[in-house]
Each structure stands twice: as C-alpha cells, then as structure tokens.
C-alpha cells in the first residue's frame, strides 16, 4: 500500500493504495494500524483527519 501512496517501487495509484492500507489495518495488523495512523495525523499521501488517525494509533498500541 505505501508503494502505491508513494509511487515507490509501482506507478502510483493514491486510491488503491488507500484501500489496501485500510483494508491491513482492519486485519488488526499493527504495523498497518500504525502506518496508516501516522498517515492520517500527518495528512501524507491520503486525506489529514488527525482524531481518525489517533483511533488508529491507540488500536496500534493495545488502548482502548
């Protein structure tokens, strides 16, 4: 997914890239979970929504 975001490695694809991201981190993979949180508080590659990406930082670390 980052490849896509990032247009490293594969043409970049912003859309596809979003869904694959989102998609790692609802399989609970934590290492998803924190790439797509630091994405979404700092706004890099997708849409900035920094309460969304603290949701998903805390689900990262194991906070509720």
Known sequence: SEYLLDG???PK???EGKQW???AAETQ???A???LAA???NGVGIFK???EGMKWL???TGFR
């Open 39 to 41: 994405r979404l508080i």
């Open 21 to 23: 991201l989102f998609r």
């Open 33 to 35: 979970m924190q790439i």
């Open 49 to 51: 929504d920094s309460k």
């Open 13 to 15: 694809n912003v859309q």
């Open 29 to 31: 993979n934590p290492r």
């Open 58 to 60: 805390k689900k990262a």
């Open 8 to 10: 490293e490695k594969l």
